[in-house]
């Protein structure tokens, strides 16, 4: 998740959390939840899950700004020594999935085609 901000991308991303665990507990039945439905139904370490790379270690998802996703995706190929990043977003609102893939393309400069 691409946001303006750190700060703004972290609520948002809640929906790709809320979702991981419902798959868990339903299996392959389970629907994208909104934020707000994420909120309700996460408790407040699943909220502050790491959304960028703390200690070396890297999370289960990248979240931030265009240049804190940008600079974590550029680590991480660093690190793998791969030329090649596919990019999954799970976020149910689709105007916030469309700006967060906008600000991605921005920040990695890639052209629309």
């Given at each position: 998740?691409?946001?303006?901000?750190?700060?703004?991308?972290?609520?948002?991303n809640?929906?790709?959390?809320?979702?991981?665990?419902?798959?868990?507990r339903q299996?392959?039945a389970?629907?994208?939840?909104?934020?707000?439905e994420?909120?309700?139904?996460?408790g407040q370490?699943?909220?502050?899950?790491?959304?960028?790379?703390?200690?070396?270690?890297?999370?289960r998802?990248?979240?931030?700004?265009?240049?804190t996703?940008?600079?974590?995706l550029?680590?991480?190929?660093?690190?793998t020594?791969?030329?090649?990043?596919?990019?999954q977003?799970?976020?149910a609102?689709?105007?916030a999935?469309?700006?967060?893939?906008?600000?991605?393309?921005?920040?990695?400069?890639?052209?629309?085609r």
């Amino acid at each position: 998740m691409v946001a303006d901000t750190d700060a703004e991308a972290r609520r948002p991303n809640w929906s790709r959390t809320a979702l991981m665990a419902r798959l868990a507990r339903q299996g392959t039945a389970a629907q994208v939840p909104t934020v707000e439905e994420a909120e309700r139904e996460l408790g407040q370490e699943q909220k502050d899950t790491p959304i960028v790379i703390t200690d070396g270690r890297w999370p289960r998802q990248i979240a931030g700004s265009p240049e804190t996703v940008r600079d974590q995706l550029e680590q991480m190929t660093k690190a793998t020594g791969v030329d090649e990043v596919m990019v999954q977003d799970i976020v149910a609102d689709p105007a916030a999935r469309a700006h967060s893939r906008a600000l991605l393309a921005k920040a990695l400069d890639v052209a629309a085609r």
